[in-house]
């Protein structure tokens, strides 16, 4: 396959991913057989490794690596999980391609694994300490959608500061059934705990208001 | 195959909440980049609270009137003002929304929704407009259930499906180009005649599965689980009827998103912040630029240069004004 990303992005990328403070692993998880997006998804992650000496990659099969699949909630392919220098899972998922608009979520996840601060006021962080439910924030996205990366990143720097977060990117296209399930027809859609719905890129605020409800 | 739209330089996150700031901005659009730059030129303390960064330029597909660009995404455009910003670092605080403002003796007070509170002597309202709605029975019911504000984001969800395009400025044609390569029917319902430009009127000819309805109302949006379809009002024939679709997308323009000022400045009879020639409110040391304002075209090219004229009447009123009252 030709490469995704031109000479242009690729610089971009190199330059984006300079500031990053310690070493990053994703561990993608493919399928054989038919799947959506799962061939470009490992290219694309193939690619980005080449442009920054703190990114790794870990290539996994979701029915050979099953019981680890199983440990970071991974049920989809292509489906990435993001860990920290010391290997720990966050909380930080993409299901599908990060592509078009979405590539500047999967940047910054690259970027605030990498150990950067994310200059949140003192009263959120206290605000986020209290979440000691377990919370999933799903996050659907469509590639040519400009407001979809914020709501993302958001759901993400929520998981990297509370163990008992989550936070998943699902790109509707490539899992339009789930879509269909979760009656998305408009982007972003945030789903948090299967329950509570929030539409378009909120502030933080609105999460945090939606978490201490839960 | 994909695009990457790579937007290259980040914000700056380092916001100091000492101290009263010259002249703090709110929005970060055409109007409220070009009022940082005009602003930090002059030397005053200058600070961006937004929401989004980018303001409405994101709810465009592509701008093809913003002079030195034949055509840009309104997305790359909103990346290359913060590029220029960011080379004079102007400190962005991003991710929220101001929920109150009020006027202290000289200066300004800003609530901020994460909770702290920010001090200007200056404060430049740019927080332009929300997308309007037709506000009939149906439309809250089916949001996001067929019922769409966003061309860019929501088009592939209308795969093979027949959509209705509310509205005939440029937003709505825009709109009908975003949709016709996933929709394999598009239907254009607007009350009155077209008010979009000719040239994007020419490229509307091009799109075989568009059909229009001039001068016919929308009354509703019909549905179940999901929207089926519209009920209209055809007023040459003063007939009802209905048309079935299973996307609605809404172009009719923006209300001003001029909230934060009720009570405090004065507002017309839309919402929109009355100004003066100096882009000044009724309130002294008070600044409104852009779509919020009663200024009737909004085009991005205005909004800028009303930012501009914003920043350099708020360094004026700081350096007479302000000083003489202290």
Not at chain 1, 57 to 77: F, I, R
Not at chain 2, 23 to 49: E, H, T
Request: glycine share 8%; net charge negative.
């Amino acid at each position: 396959m030709a490469n995704l990303l031109n000479e242009e992005n690729k610089k971009q990328i190199r330059d984006f991913l300079k500031p990053m403070k310690n070493p990053i692993t994703m561990v993608l998880f493919t399928k054989e057989g038919s799947c959506q997006t799962c061939k470009e998804t490992k290219q694309l992650l193939s690619e980005v490794e080449t442009l920054s000496d703190k990114v790794n990659v870990e290539y996994k099969d979701l029915n050979q690596d099953s019981a680890l699949a199983e440990e970071y909630g991974v049920t989809m392919a292509p489906s990435f999980v993001v860990l920290d220098a010391q290997g720990m899972y966050k909380g930080v998922k993409f299901n599908g391609i990060p592509a078009g608009h979405e590539i500047n979520s999967f940047l910054s996840a690259l970027i605030d694994m990498s150990g950067h601060d994310f200059g949140f006021d003192k009263k959120v962080l206290e605000r986020l300490k209290k979440i000691d439910k377990p919370v999933n924030i799903k996050v659907f996205i469509t590639l040519s959608c400009p407001h979809c990366p914020g709501a993302v990143q958001n759901a993400h720097r929520l998981a990297m500061l509370n163990e008992n977060i989550e936070g998943e990117m699902i790109e509707a296209q490539t899992f339009a059934e789930l879509s269909n399930q979760y009656d998305v027809s408009g982007v972003p859609k945030i789903v948090i705990n299967d329950k509570h719905e929030l539409m378009g890129n909120q502030p933080l605020e609105s999460y945090l208001d939606t978490l201490e409800k839960l | 195959m994909f695009d990457f739209n790579v937007e290259t330089t980040k914000e700056s996150s380092v916001f100091d909440e000492t101290g009263l700031w010259d002249f703090l901005i709110i929005g970060s659009g055409p109007a409220g980049f070009n009022a940082a730059l005009y602003a930090k030129r002059k030397g005053l303390s200058v600070g961006i609270l937004t929401d989004e960064i980018g303001g409405q330029l994101h709810n465009t597909t592509t701008v093809d009137n913003y002079l030195g660009y034949s055509l840009i995404d309104g997305a790359d455009l909103s990346a290359k003002f913060l590029d220029h910003i960011n080379t004079l670092a102007i400190p962005i605080l991003k991710n929220i929304r101001v929920t109150k403002l009020k006027k202290d003796n000289q200066d300004f007070e800003l609530g901020i929704s994460d909770g702290r509170t920010l001090k200007a002597k200056t404060v430049l309202i740019a927080t332009g407009g929300l997308p309007r709605k037709l506000d009939i029975p149906g439309e809250e019911a089916y949001a996001n259930r067929g019922v769409s504000y966003c061309a860019t984001c929501d088009a592939p969800f209308y795969k093979d499906k027949h959509v209705i395009v509310a509205g005939g400025g440029n937003s709505a044609a825009e709109g009908v180009i975003d949709l016709a390569a996933w929709a394999n029917k598009i239907t254009v319902v607007h009350r009155s005649q077209w008010r979009a430009d000719e040239i994007l009127l020419e490229k509307l000819k091009d799109i075989p599965q568009l059909s229009v309805h001039l001068e016919t109302e929308i009354k509703a949006v019909l549905g179940d689980k999901r929207m089926t379809g519209v009920a209209v009002y055809d007023k040459l024939k003063k007939k009802t009827y209905e048309i079935a679709a299973e996307g609605l997308l809404i172009e009719i323009g923006n209300v001003p998103n001029s909230n934060l000022v009720f009570g405090l400045a004065k507002t017309n009879d839309k919402g929109e912040i009355i100004v003066g020639a100096n882009q000044m409110t009724s309130v002294a040391g008070l600044f409104a630029a852009g779509d919020v304002t009663t200024q009737p075209d909004k085009q991005i090219i205005i909004s800028t240069a009303e930012g501009a004229k914003a920043a350099l009447a708020a360094n004026q009123y700081l350096n007479k004004t302000y000083k003489e009252r202290r």
